[in-house]
């Protein structure tokens, strides 16, 4: 038996099912919470867990109020400072190992595996792109972080997402890329007769140019009969905002369909490529970094992705699913990046069999 520090890949590159250290959620109670009872604070805040769970943890221990250890349900007061110290749980085997497609020493691009989440979230803490960048470039010493430090990812790509994905090491290109992987090209401003910014917008150096970047998806949707010849495109402008979910509390969906609140302006261009027996090979082109953008636009025009298990046509969320269920095939396959020095990166990472292109090639 090989002796394996905890969070290192296996000899396959996948990282095994394993417990990993705990978390500690910490929380505020504000005015409007005021006179709740904590398990109920909890219920509502964390909608994975019901009151009477909640009271489990409390009779064992596992949740503080102002530095107190609480054994019994009570009243919440305003300024009332909470930390829920959950133990660890097991994260599931994810693959841990990737092609590395550019590395400057700063700009850092990977071909992120289907199946690896990238940051922290949705019960998901240590098996994430985030944290195995930090433990492989600690472990290699001042070697790993000469130019700057640990690559760490600039936008989110869906778990069961595949492709490029961006990283950068010093936090100043790390901020310059976010607001830029955000923001709009100048066709999107044009399409949805706006200007769109940036909440990363404040934070980008003012001395580097402000440009558009292009990202082009492969996808499977299901076979509907899209009115589209091979090789034709359909601009998508649907407007994305939340919307109430049983298990999430809120979540993004077509504001079209969920009807009133804040919506985010988005575009993406659709172009059918193959028509196959039991799907539509497809490109899409975003022009914004909307949450689940490409999943929510497709379903929004009748067709969803392949196996979608969450957004379904019209482009409403199943009320019994998820962001992170997987069983859809989507693949970051082209970037074009302007760089701050004025020079331009085009990237492109090949696509899984199941997304490679049988008859049509433009």
Known sequence: MTNRPPGAPGPTGWL????NQGWTYRDRVGPSERGHWLSAFYAARYRHSDREAWMRRLEAGEIRCNGEALRADRPLVVGDRLAWHRPPWLEEAVPASWPVVFDDGDLYVIDKPSGLPVLPGGGWLEHTVLHLLERRFAQAGSGGLAHGGVPRPVHRLGRHTSGLLVCARSPRLRSWLSALLRESTADTLSAVGG???SDQDQSRPHDWPRRSCLKTYRALTAPVPLALAPGECLEITTPIGRRPHPLLGQIWAAQESAGGGRSLPAISRLTLLERRGD??????TIGTGRPHQIRIHLASVGAPLLGDPLFLPGGDAHPGSR??????CLH???LRLPLPDGGELELETPCPARLRREAFNP
């Open 16 to 19: 095994p099912a394993q417990l």
């Open 195 to 197: 200007e769109i910014r």
């Open 279 to 284: 799907a539509n090979l497809v490109a899409v």
């Open 323 to 328: 962001p992170g269920d997987g069983g859809y």
């Open 332 to 334: 970051a396959h082209q």
